[in-house]
């Protein structure tokens, strides 16, 4: 068990096994708000990493500067060697061909059918057939547990269902990292569990990094391999999730039990200017 | 003092949101003219055809209905108001020359353009505005697919070819409209009505018309996408953003016919 976000091999995998996400000494502001404090962690080659932390910690923001959503102040964000941090538009887009993500939502795109939103990746960045993309799709569908779903609208399924084509539009491109954004936001717990499910045996199957950002302990338990409590914008522990379990952090225990613990004094006006500032980037 | 401070503040922060507002939209026209017309020079993958195609179903095929019961109700509508004047000088017959020329310099383009920025510009920006807040447009982001080639310049496209068109489908049913009303209602003889009709009419009115119906597809694409693109928060964002591109475009659309009118009277008479 390390504190403050230092690395520690995963228990069992080889040491010097690659990296597939490095991140250096991340800072991000909001105006003059520090929402991420020096993060450093990296993610070995086939390993699935819970980043947990309560709202507003800074676990979205993270998740949004590793994917080029968000650009850091400082720091660096190594995906598969490439710096995000630094790179131009184009070549975050080559970056981003390498990953997929899963967002809160599913994202769909309405206006396609679920079909059509697995192939958009697919169709985009490969001249492959037609008649292959639609074998590639059916498969990619039939790999989170739907057939015969291509010719539906997402507004036509239920929010487990949306998950899952969202999960296989991810994987679309046989990426060697998946992000997942609450995986199990706004589903029962039997379907939560089923999205847990599908990540655990998709990143085995397909030998997949995962990064999944949750703030559900039973989830987050399930499916790390490791785990980074974020507080305040630090990584406050990191290791496995027996390591967690047994952490006596204070915060760590109390996030995991779900004690109440002092509540955070914040003034308006410095909340709100952070949002703002956030909306001008 | 305080009141003061807080004066200035407050006239701080809208000058400092209007020039990001100007910035966000700067950014955006540049997008859409590297990815509409430079990228695919550089061998870019740029209009997605399929989607531009979509476009132009949504904003011509099925804006026909409406374009063309406004413009007949205009044409006719011109026709009895030329006429009620026109009978006081005995020149009845001069009704359909009124309204083809009307028609075609005036109001053609600007009854079709608002109409467009009503039904598609209002949409567009609800689409995008949508998309934004339910994470579809991060989810193209992060696919690795620019969201200005996808959703921007197709639709912008799909305007610039579909308003002239639109706007030329206006001329000829705002026509009809006051050619029936000025032989049915008002009993002037038909061939007559149509000599007036026609032989007022010069080349100039027509390309004037359709110049401003190309300037006005830009402005109602460009504001339609910008707000679109800028919504903040939930369905409420929406709905104002909704609400400020239409009066934007409409207020925008009357601003430029205003400057394009005075531009073709003075420098090209």
Known sequence: MTDKGIMKPLPGTTRGVMSAIKIEGLHKYFGEREILKGINFQVSEGETLVVLGGSGCGKSTLLRSMIG??????????ILGQNMATATEDQRNDIRKKFGMLFQGAALFNSLTVG???ALPIKEHTRLHPDIIRIIVKV?????????????RPYEISGGMRKRVALARAIALDPKIVFYDEPGAG???ITANVIDRLIIDLSKKLKMTSVVVTHEMKSAFRIADRMIILHQGEIVACGTPQEIQNSEHPYVKRFINGEEGPVALETKDSYLKGILEEDDR | ???????????GKQTHEFFAQIARLSELIRSFLYWGFLAPIEGKKSLRRELFAKQLVFIGNESLFIVCLVSASVGAVLALQAAYQLRQFGALLYTGSLVSVSMTRELGP???AIVIAGRVGASITAELGTMKVQEEIDALITMGIPAAPFLVVPRIFGLVVMLPCLTILSYAVGMIGGYLVGVVGLHINSDLYLHGNFSALVPKDMWTGLAKSFVFSLIIGVIACYEGLSVKGGADGVGRATTQSVVLSIISII?????????FYYVFP
């Open chain 1, 69 to 78: 959503l968000l650009t850091p102040e400082k720091g660096s964000i190594h």
């Open chain 1, 116 to 118: 059509e939103n697995v």
């Open chain 1, 140 to 152: 990619k569908l039939e790999l989170v547990g739907l057939t015969g779903f291509e010719s539906l």
């Open chain 1, 187 to 189: 589903l029962d717990p």
């Open chain 2, 1 to 11: 003092m305080v009141h003061l401070s807080s004066f200035l503040g407050a006239i």
């Open chain 2, 110 to 112: 600007v009854i079709t």
């Open chain 2, 255 to 263: 601003v430029a016919d205003g400057i394009f009118t005075a531009i």
